[in-house]
Each structure stands twice: as C-alpha cells, then as structure tokens.
C-alpha cells in the first residue's frame, strides 16, 4: 500500500505561483512513476505532468512551459511547480503513484486562480 498527501493548494492571482506537494509513504520502494492530475466538475481527471522513477519527465501541453514536476532524492517527495497561473488552472490537484499492474491517488489539493 502506498499512502499520498497533498499539500501547497490555494488561491492565488493570475500569473502567480504555487508549488504543490506530494508525500508519500508505505511501499514507496515499489513505485514506478508518479504524477499530478486535475479535475474540474463535470470534466474528467486529465494528466498534467508525470515523472518516472528513472527521472523522464513528460507535461500536457497546456502546462509545458509553466509547470514543473520534479521530486525530492528519496523519492518520498513530490512537487509540481506552478508559475504563470491561469483562471483555466482552477481545478483540484490530484498526486498518482504508479505501480505495477495498479495507482494509488490522494485526495486532492484545491487550486483556485482569480482573473
């Protein structure tokens, strides 16, 4: 089992930035990839970025540019840095662990961008 927390969510100004968090425990060792994906009401989940744990990184390419997915050596820590926010970023942040054959998701950190 692994267990994810998100943290850093908020509201903040358009063009602004946020740096979310992800902390994961349990099984971490087995985990090969991890990400961040949002969800508005009525839309499903999309992915924003993913990083495996061989570091590849890879972005939707409304974020490219913006965002950035990185995480901590131990690999219990991840982060999605958030620059040059846009109202259409309003969403809920999810993190995914990624293991064979199965994902684990947190709950979800609410990020909300004012006009």
């Known amino acids: 089992q692994v267990q994810l927390v998100e943290s850093g969510g908020g509201l903040v100004q358009a063009g602004g930035s946020l740096r979310l968090s992800c902390a994961a425990s349990?099984?971490?060792?087995?985990?090969?990839?991890m990400g961040w994906y949002r969800q508005t009401p009525g839309k499903l989940r999309e992915l924003v970025a993913r990083?495996?744990?061989?570091?590849?990184?890879n972005y939707a390419d409304f974020v490219k540019g913006r965002f950035t997915i990185s995480r901590d050596n131990a690999g219990n820590t991840m982060y999605l840095q958030m620059n040059s926010l846009k109202p259409e970023d309003t969403a809920v942040y999810y993190c995914?662990?990624?293991?064979?054959?199965?994902?684990?998701w947190g709950r979800g950190t609410q990020v909300t961008v004012s006009s």
């Open positions: 995914k662990a990624e293991r064979v054959g199965t994902g684990y």
């Open positions: 349990g099984s971490i060792i087995s985990i090969n990839a």
């Open positions: 990083i495996t744990s061989g570091g590849s990184t």
